[in-house]
């Protein structure tokens, strides 16, 4: 009934997404526009900001998740 939901093979998990993720932005980051990837930046690193100030963790994790996998400097680190 749920098997859309069951893993496959338990042991791989998610990374493999990651993986794949992470070469695509890093494939795409370096020739996209530089005004556009400029702004991209700063509306990352700008909501970064704004999700520091929440009490939520999964928002960090969310924003720091994103600017690494998009190779973007991550403020105080």
Not at 26 to 52: N, Q, R
Not at 63 to 72: A, E, P
């Amino acid at each position: 009934m749920y098997k859309a939901f069951m893993k496959v093979n338990p042991g791989v998990g998610f990374t493999w997404i990651i993986g794949i993720l992470i070469q695509i932005f890093s494939t795409i980051m370096p020739i996209i526009t530089p005004s556009l990837k400029k702004a991209l930046e700063e509306f990352l690193v700008d909501l970064y900001e704004k999700a520091k100030e929440t009490t939520n963790p999964w928002d960090d994790f969310l924003l720091k998740f994103l600017l690494r996998m998009l190779g973007i400097a991550i403020p105080g680190e």
